[in-house]
Structures are given as C-alpha cells and as structure tokens.
C-alpha cells in the first residue's frame, strides 16, 4: 500500500510540432529532512520525495533526484518539445512507499 | 485656459485635504521579489492551494456525529463564503471570534465535533479555502460598536513594550516600517494576505502564528492560540487596514 498525495501539472492541451513548450509539476510534500527534533528531543524520522521522472510517450524527458535539502512541496518547470499526440506522465516516488502518479494528455497539430 | 486654471486649482485643494490624501498604507506584497510575487499570483505555482483543495474535500465531508457538512449549510461556498474573510475577527453569539474561532464554533455546534486544534491541517485547509473567497475584495472590518472596547485593548497591546527586547509592534511596524531588520525590510503589518504559505515556515500559517513568531521574536511570553488578546490584537490590525485588498492565501518569504 503505497502513499499517495495531490499534484498539480500544468501544460498546455495542445502544440505545434516541433514547439517546446513549459511544464509545471507541483506535489503536496512535507519533505520532512531527518534533521529536526521534537520539542522532547526527539528526531523526526526523514520523509522525502526521492525522484521524480517525467516521461513523455513512454520516453524520460526530466528526471530529478531530490534530497533533504528541498524545502516543502517541490515544484520543478521545465521544459519538452512537441513530437507526436499522446501522454506524458509525471511520477513522484519517495521514502515509506511513497508514489504519486499523473498523467496529462497533449494533442500536436 | 481659465478653466484648465480653475481645474488645477480645484485639484490642488482636493489634494490637500487630510482624507483625499493618497493611502501610505503598503502590503508587504510590494516588499516581495518578483517571483515570489508571481508565486502568490499564479494559483498553479501557490503551494497554498493543496490546503484548498483539502478545505474543498472538507467542505463536503459528512463523517461526523450530526451527518452535517458545511456544504448542508452554507451552500456552495464560491457564493457564501465570499467577503466573510473580510469581515472577521467579529462579536457571534456576545464573544470575540476569528475566523478560526467561527469555523470551530460551528465545528462543535453544528457538527458536534471536538474543536480543530489551532495550526492544525484540517483548521488551515477551511480557513484557507474560506478567505481565499474574498482574494481581491477590500477588508471590511466590524464597525459593530460592542467590539470597540476589544479594539482599544488591540490597540494598547499593539503600543505595548513587551518582551526581555522590550519592544512593542507599533516600534518595528509604525515607527520603522520600511527601515531594515537584518537584512530584511520591515513591513507594515497589514493583515491582508491570512492564512499565508511562508516559505520560512515551509507551510501555511495562521495570523496567530505570525502574530506569536514576533512575541517569541523580542522574547515575550507568547498568548496563547485562540485567547482573547490575540482576536483583539486581529481586530486592532484589521480596523487599522480597513479597505486594503485581501491577498489571500499570500506568500511571504
């Protein structure tokens, strides 16, 4: 049973081809660092998001690794170029089974 | 030519009076960088709004005693919840409530709930999801006269030195707005943007937070979340930024 939280990817719905276009990836994440204690002393477990991999068609177009210095709910823009109609999918993977899918058609004309 | 005459004559006295004069009062949206600017602007890149889309999960969510939620009531809450931010801290039912106090009412009358604790997620998602309704509208404090007591003891705690630092809020946010602490420049302490995402805290926070971060800041004994000091401190400021518009939910760095 993996975890799972909100997401939000923001791409357009269609593009030329050839065109390269921007994409926004955001994810609900405490990105807890290992570091911190509890007011009694106590150290707080680490809970991050490990990678994150966008694939265009089945192809990576973006990969990330992230570590405990990424702050709280990670937000990557970049950037992939218009080659054929069909499904890029964004997948979050992380520290105590943690996973979160989303998957956004695009259209080229 | 007379007439152009007369005109600039007329503007010049409409200037000069006291109430036409221009508002010096200034968000600390101005004092912001670009980006985190666009941040707050752009809702696809505010991290607040995963706590409104938990606040819309919430809104609809019937697991309580009474079966109720807040949707039975309120509708839909793009309608009623609009201006109600603005309204807020206010006199409901004789007592002094914030927005989180009215939300909490309601948790523990209506839905025969314990009370959300203060900072907690769910409590953050609704008073996110409700005062991102009034985003663009201008503050429109109570006038209601029974809270003017609550008001003046706002205002004195606002001019009152406090703290192993000895300072009061008025010293940093009226007298040296603008000048610089540390490397950062002091704002006016607007209530404008509640609840905001900081990017220090890396999470969204109440007004209480922020009004407790700064007691903790010159080494006072915090109030604690929900007393009545801190509503009337809420209320001090949102009289005092009456007409400004809400930001809600604000980044601030």
Same mark, same amino acid.
């Given at each position: 049973?993996?975890r799972?939280?909100?997401?939000?990817?923001?791409?357009?719905?269609?593009a030329?081809?050839g065109?390269?276009?921007?994409?926004?990836?955001?994810?609900?994440?405490?990105?807890?660092?290992?570091?911190?204690?509890?007011?009694?002393?106590?150290r707080?477990?680490?809970?991050?998001?490990?990678?994150?991999?966008c694939?265009?068609?089945?192809?990576?177009?973006?990969?990330?690794?992230?570590?405990?210095?990424?702050?709280?709910?990670?937000?990557?823009?970049?950037?992939?170029?218009?080659?054929?109609?069909?499904?890029?999918?964004f997948?979050?993977?992380?520290?105590?089974?943690?996973?979160?899918?989303?998957?956004?058609?695009?259209?080229?004309? | 030519?007379?007439?152009?005459?007369?005109c600039?004559?007329?503007?010049?006295?409409?200037?000069?009076?006291?109430?036409?004069?221009?508002?010096?009062?200034?968000?600390?949206?101005?004092?912001?960088?670009?980006?985190?600017?666009?941040? %707050?602007?752009?809702?696809? &890149? @505010?991290?607040?709004?995963f706590?409104?889309? +938990?606040?819309? *999960?919430?809104w609809?969510?019937?697991?309580?005693?009474?079966?109720?939620?807040?949707?039975?009531c309120?509708?839909?809450?793009?309608q009623?919840?609009?201006?109600?931010?603005?309204?807020?801290?206010?006199?409901?039912?004789?007592?002094?409530?914030?927005?989180?106090?009215?939300?909490?009412?309601?948790?523990?009358t209506?839905q025969?709930?314990?009370?959300?604790?203060?900072?907690?997620?769910?409590?953050?998602?609704?008073?996110?999801?409700?005062?991102?309704?009034?985003?663009?509208?201008?503050?429109?404090?109570?006038?209601?006269?029974?809270?003017?007591?609550?008001?003046?003891?706002?205002?004195?705690?606002?001019? %009152?030195r406090?703290?192993? &630092? @000895?300072?009061?809020?008025?010293?940093?946010? +009226?007298?040296? *707005?603008?000048?610089?602490?540390?490397?950062?420049?002091?704002?006016?302490?607007?209530?404008?943007g509640?609840p905001?995402?900081?990017?220090?805290?890396?999470?969204?926070?109440?007004?209480?937070?922020?009004?407790?971060?700064?007691?903790?800041?010159?080494?006072?004994?915090?109030?604690?979340?929900?007393?009545?000091?801190?509503a009337?401190?809420?209320?001090?400021?949102?009289?005092?930024?009456?007409?400004?518009?809400?930001?809600s939910?604000?980044?601030?760095?």
């Amino acid at each position: 049973m993996s975890r799972s939280s909100r997401a939000v990817v923001t791409l357009p719905k269609t593009a030329k081809r050839g065109e390269v276009f921007s994409i926004r990836a955001i994810v609900q994440h405490e990105m807890e660092s290992g570091f911190r204690h509890t007011e009694q002393g106590v150290r707080v477990p680490r809970d991050i998001i490990r990678e994150f991999v966008c694939t265009y068609n089945g192809k990576e177009v973006f990969k990330a690794d992230l570590h405990p210095g990424v702050g709280s709910n990670p937000l990557f823009i970049f950037y992939a170029k218009a080659d054929q109609s069909g499904t890029l999918e964004f997948k979050w993977t992380g520290d105590n089974d943690y996973l979160t899918i989303v998957k956004q058609a695009i259209t080229v004309l | 030519m007379r007439l152009l005459g007369q005109c600039a004559l007329l503007g010049l006295l409409l200037t000069s009076t006291p109430f036409l004069q221009a508002d010096s009062r200034v968000s600390a949206y101005a004092l912001m960088s670009p980006t985190n600017q666009a941040m %707050q602007n752009d809702m696809s &890149l @505010n991290p607040a709004m995963f706590w409104i889309m +938990d606040g819309e *999960a919430l809104w609809i969510d019937r697991n309580n005693p009474s079966s109720k939620a807040c949707v039975d009531c309120h509708s839909d809450v793009k309608q009623s919840m609009k201006g109600v931010s603005a309204t807020f801290p206010k006199r409901v039912q004789g007592k002094l409530l914030n927005l989180e106090g009215q939300i909490n009412q309601c948790r523990t009358t209506r839905q025969q709930s314990p009370a959300f604790a203060y900072e907690s997620k769910p409590l953050l998602a609704l008073s996110t999801l409700i005062a991102y309704q009034s985003r663009g509208l201008p503050i429109a404090a109570s006038k209601d006269s029974a809270i003017d007591a609550d008001f003046q003891k706002g205002k004195t705690l606002y001019f %009152q030195r406090m703290g192993q &630092l @000895n300072l009061s809020c008025a010293q940093c946010h +009226d007298d040296r *707005a603008g000048l610089k602490l540390a490397g950062s420049v002091i704002p006016q302490a607007h209530p404008t943007g509640y609840p905001i995402y900081r990017l220090e805290w890396q999470n969204v926070g109440s007004l209480q937070r922020r009004l407790r971060n700064c007691m903790s800041g010159v080494r006072a004994e915090q109030y604690p979340y929900g007393s009545v000091e801190l509503a009337q401190i809420e209320l001090y400021l949102m009289r005092r930024a009456n007409g400004m518009r809400i930001e809600s939910p604000a980044i601030r760095p």
